[in-house]
């Protein structure tokens, strides 16, 4: 009987919006140097060592190649709940994950990993 219970309660968390449960994601936090370290796909990791400078206005500039420094601006954010836009470099919405005082998850197809101030 207890098996059928935690089965029952497994899909029917399954059945909510990750977005219930994802941690708040404010302009303030966001706002200054992120690193884009790197993503995770199950077990595999790939680095992209990008950097990403979000600003009060709603606007952002990213570097477009870990081989190039510069940071290309002109680009814009919003942040919904649990979730942010980055216009037009990623489609659609990205999922908040998680929101710790030095890295900020996302997930896209796979967990992106933004760690704050600049990339090494």
Known sequence: MRNKVFVLVFFALQLFPLNLFAEDLTA??????????????????????????FKNDGTFSYQQSSHNKKLTPGFKYEIMPGKLKLKPIFPGELQVKSVKDHELVLKYFVDIHLIRGKCN
């Open 28 to 53: 303030d936090y966001l706002v200054g140097p992120w690193c884009f370290s790197h993503t995770v796909s199950g077990s595999e990791q790939s680095d992209e060592n990008k950097n990403f400078l």
